[in-house]
């Protein structure tokens, strides 16, 4: 079984930063992509960054130049940077990692941690 915990949430003033990070553990044999998605009372989760292994970077257009994704070599553990962070950055954010474990496929979620950029 995969897991993931998060850390790094908190309460932080508009245009300020804030640095999540995301820890893998169990029995992975490799792991595939790993994401950052966030959910905003009422509203769908919606995608905030993904690496893939093979360096595909990708961003939400509304965090684009302002958060940075970074993974280490085996992907087990990832960050998210958050610049001029604004109001509506305001959401849970979930931590997400696809791969294979021990000849299986998994796709694992974090429990969530909460950031909250006041107006």
């Known amino acids: 079984q995969v897991q993931l915990v998060e850390s790094g949430g908190g309460l932080v003033q508009p245009g300020g930063s804030l640095r999540l990070s995301c820890a893998a553990s169990g029995s992975i044999s490799s792991i595939d992509v790993v994401a950052w998605y966030r959910q905003a009372p009422g509203k769908e989760r919606e995608l905030v960054a993904a690496?893939?292994?093979?360096?595909?970077?990708n961003y939400a257009d509304s965090v684009k130049g302002r958060f940075t994704i970074s993974t280490d070599v085996l992907m087990e553990s990832v960050s998210l940077q958050m610049n001029s962070l604004k109001p509506e950055d305001t959401a849970v954010y979930y931590c997400s990692a696809e791969g294979w474990h021990a000849f299986e496929k998994f796709h694992a979620w974090g429990q969530g941690t909460q950031v909250t950029v006041p107006s």
């Open positions: 690496n893939t292994r093979g360096g595909s970077i």
